[in-house]
């Protein structure tokens, strides 16, 4: 499995510089579409009942990285340095917008899952590089990456300046614009968030379309991986909220928010050569954007199927 896998780390996505710029724009529009539906009142209803968001924040900027870390080192025998990395990337990014539909969908807290996918997401462009800034070095260092590969200096104040920059100022400007035009705020949300997706979902197309043969020679070994580390986001939401003693609402939706995240954003940031240098990464982060790639998909068919089962026991 793990020579197999490592067919993956040949795979490069090398879009030029035009084509960066046009990655930098795509990504600050889709953070802008994003932030288009967060409220400023949200932070302030967070504070009338914390408990259920503190522990929402702690599963997911804490326990995930965590589990996550534990379960690339368990795996290691099996999947590649880079597979762990995308891993660790992954549980490294906000939660996804699709969480509060999926959310609906089981009856739980509407309310509470907008709260944590809005502070997840103005948070992300300090919580995402610290995080896997701080899981993928001890990762390296634990397994002695040195002897397996060249080693991997994973830089955190370029990767924070850079998306602070790309992520952080379209967040506030999507607050600000949200806050003080609501009414064209309405017009917009919906035709930016289609759009974003739709660009998105083009750009991956367009990425992977030289490389389809080799995800389908890996698609078995992809397909376990990532059912694995999204079952534990799920358990570690489910288990984390019944252990906390929160309702059965916010337990489905803590559940719900723990195992959708926002791999997309992942997906992006690896396009961009100034956050990932290939000088730095040896152009070996092949593995990296398959397991984020599929995680994006393989998260939608598992929130839906969570929330039929958290239908049933409504």
């Known amino acids: 499995m793990k020579e197999q896998l490592e067919s993956l780390n040949s795979?490069?996505?090398?879009?030029?510089?035009?084509?960066?710029?046009?990655?930098?724009?795509?990504?600050?529009?889709?953070?802008?579409?994003?932030?288009?539906?967060?409220?400023?009142?949200?932070?302030?209803?967070?504070?009338?009942?914390?408990?259920?968001v503190v522990v929402g924040l702690i599963l997911q900027w804490v326990c995930l990285?965590?589990?996550?870390?534990?379960?690339?080192?368990a795996l290691n025998p099996l999947i590649t340095p880079?597979?762990?990395?995308?891993?660790?990337?992954?549980?490294?990014c906000p939660g996804g917008n699709i969480s509060n539909f999926i959310s609906s969908l089981s009856k739980g807290n509407i309310e509470l899952s907008v709260s944590l996918t809005a502070i997840s997401t103005a948070a992300a462009p300090i919580i995402t590089p610290?995080?896997?800034?701080?899981?993928?070095?001890l990762y390296t260092s634990v397994i002695g990456l040195k002897s397996n590969i060249p080693y991997l200096e994973i830089p955190f104040l370029p990767v924070l300046?850079?998306?602070?920059?790309?992520?952080?100022?379209?967040?506030?400007?999507?607050?600000?614009?949200?806050?003080?035009?609501?009414?064209?705020t309405k017009k917009i949300t919906k035709p930016a968030q289609v759009l974003s997706i739709l660009l998105f979902m083009g750009m991956?197309?367009?990425?992977?379309a030289q490389n389809f043969q080799i995800f389908i020679d890996n698609i078995f070994f992809v397909f376990f991986i990532v059912l694995l580390h999204n079952a534990a986001a799920l358990s570690i939401g489910y288990f984390g909220a019944r252990l906390s003693k929160l309702t059965r609402k916010d337990v489905k939706t803590l559940t719900?928010?723990?195992?959708?995240?926002?791999?997309?954003?992942?997906?992006?940031?690896?396009?961009?050569?100034?956050?990932?240098?290939?000088?730095?990464?040896?152009g070996n982060y092949g593995g990296m954007l398959f397991i984020t790639?599929?995680?994006?998909?393989?998260?939608?068919?598992?929130?839906?199927?969570?929330?039929?089962?958290?239908?049933?026991?409504?």
């Open 204 to 208: 991956i197309v367009v990425s992977f």
């Open 82 to 92: 880079m597979i762990a990395l995308g891993m660790i990337l992954v549980a490294s």
């Open 11 to 52: 795979v490069t996505i090398n879009f030029g510089e035009s084509g960066i710029t046009i990655v930098n724009i795509l990504l600050a529009f889709v953070m802008f579409g994003v932030a288009l539906g967060i409220k400023l009142q949200t932070f302030k209803d967070v504070f009338k009942k914390p408990k259920s």
């Open 293 to 314: 790639a599929w995680w994006g998909i393989w998260h939608i068919v598992s929130g839906l199927t969570m929330a039929y089962f958290f239908r049933r026991k409504a």
């Open 161 to 184: 300046e850079q998306i602070l920059l790309l992520l952080g100022l379209p967040i506030v400007l999507g607050i600000l614009f949200a806050h003080y035009f609501p009414n064209a």
């Open 256 to 282: 719900i928010e723990t195992g959708i995240q926002n791999s997309g954003l992942g997906l992006i940031l690896l396009f961009n050569t100034t956050i990932f240098p290939p000088e730095i990464w040896h």
């Open 130 to 137: 610290l995080n896997f800034f701080l899981w993928s070095n």
């Open 65 to 73: 990285p965590l589990v996550t870390f534990l379960l690339a080192l």
